[in-house]
């Protein structure tokens, strides 16, 4: 039995707290934080009295102090980052201080450079360690389960692995022209920056949706979709045994490119800050706040996400083929848990990859990314999650 204490209260930590109270046989307790704590106390009014205990509060995850007094408090197994990767630093920091585990679904990212790499948090691995407490990072879909599976694929049908492409594809419709299924501010700092993709212990950068590919999607159908440098390109290069190379690639509509063409075209997109009316405003920011909150997509949007990976590479010297993939539809995520599927796919790997860390399957003191850790119990937990995973050995593959 355990007690989580959730930071963050927006589209993925809301179908995390959904997920904790379906499983109060692990999480007996938990405590939800974050910057607006009115948006925590919604979330435990739909939620209590199921079997979990919940309780909330207010905190600036940007403050390390205020943080460690909360743990302190609260008194928690695991702390589950749930808030932006600019907060993924101060609540390290913070579960050092209190000797507390800790997980996350996105790498650190300072919030003036629009560049994410893990250098940052593989930092703390040696203080982890000596501390004895864990970090797992990056537990959501993407990065989170693509990792899981690559560490599935490894383990159990290549003996090396040669060409990983993760496909992820979102065929959902909200209705509106222009909207972000998570964080706006993360994925426009995602999509508009360079694309990168690993090859021969190589980074190759691309111009921003310079490589375009189609690909048949089960259960969805033919999407467009783009080449972009995606965080666990960089684990998976170091942890994924005859890598030669790796792609990520994302579907995108014509509406969503064009619409963001124009934005980026007429400076919405920068992160440069600039005096408007004598105060100092950062144009994304601003974009944020005039966009459809992620959370109020849920009602409207329709369709399938389709995630997951094709590996190619050699099982006792003969060629192999593997594609693992999971399917999700938006309405029924939203008739389960009150979110669309891209919450939904992150929300239920956060709360696995913590109840594997609180009940000793992947309690190993220092920083880890999931595919460095036993796959199978994640793999099970998927299934019973509401995550079911589909392998197909015979895959088509994206063209060269
Ligand atoms: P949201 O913007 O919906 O939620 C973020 C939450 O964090 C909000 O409740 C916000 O508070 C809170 N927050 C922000 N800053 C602070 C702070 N300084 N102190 C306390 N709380 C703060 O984002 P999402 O739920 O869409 O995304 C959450 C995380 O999941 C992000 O890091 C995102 O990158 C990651 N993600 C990972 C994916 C994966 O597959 N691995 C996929 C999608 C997202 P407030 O309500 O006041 O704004």
Request: charged share 25%; glycine share 8%.
């Amino acid at each position: 039995m355990a007690k989580a204490l959730i930071i963050g209260a927006g589209g993925v930590a809301g179908v995390t707290v959904h997920k904790c109270v379906q499983n109060s046989a692990v999480f007996e307790e938990i405590c939800i934080a974050s910057r607006t704590k009115q948006k925590c106390d919604d979330l435990k009014a739909k939620l209590d009295g199921q079997g979990c205990k919940i309780s909330t509060a207010q905190v600036n995850a940007d403050n390390v102090n205020e943080l460690v007094d909360l743990i302190n408090d609260v008194q928690p197994d695991i702390v589950i980052n749930l808030a932006l990767p600019y907060q993924d630093l101060t609540i390290m920091d913070a579960c050092l201080a209190t000797k507390t585990h800790y997980l996350d679904t996105a790498n650190y990212e300072p919030e003036d450079t629009a560049k994410f790499e893990y250098k940052w948090q593989w930092e703390y691995r040696e203080k982890f360690e000596k501390a004895g407490i864990t970090a797992i990072l990056g537990s959501g879909f993407d990065p989170g389960v693509t990792g899981v599976f690559s560490a599935y694929a490894q383990k159990h049908y290549f003996d090396e692995i040669n060409y990983i492409d993760i496909l992820d594809c979102n065929a959902g419709d909200h209705g509106y022209p222009f909207a972000t299924n998570f964080n706006p501010e993360i994925n426009i700092r995602e999509v508009s920056a360079n694309g990168s993709y690993w090859e021969n212990g190589d980074w190759i950068e691309t111009a921003p949706m310079e490589i375009k590919k189609v690909y048949d999607f089960p259960e969805v159908g033919p999407k467009d979709m783009y080449l972009l440098h995606h965080e666990e390109l960089e684990s998976l290069a170091l942890n994924i045994k005859g890598i030669k190379r790796i792609r990520f690639f994302m579907t995108f509509g014509e509406s969503y490119l064009t619409h963001l063409k124009c934005l980026e075209n007429v400076g919405m997109t920068s992160i440069e800050p600039i005096i408007y009316e004598g105060k100092e405003i950062i144009p994304l920011q601003f974009l944020k706040a005039v966009l459809p909150d992620p959370a109020s997509l849920g009602p409207r949007t329709k369709g399938k996400t389709n995630i997951g990976c094709i590996y190619r590479g050699k099982k006792e010297g003969k060629d192999v083929n593997y594609y693992v993939y999971n399917v999700c539809d938006h309405e029924a995520c939203y008739a389960e848990v009150g979110s669309q599927a891209v919450s939904y796919t992150t929300g239920v790997p956060a709360m696995i990859g913590a109840m594997l860390v609180v009940n000793g399957t992947w309690n190993k003191p220092g920083v880890h990314n999931v595919e460095e850790l036993d796959p199978d119990p994640f793999m099970e937990a998927l299934n019973t999650w509401g995550l079911p995973w589909v392998e197909d050995f015979n895959p088509t593959l994206v063209s060269e």
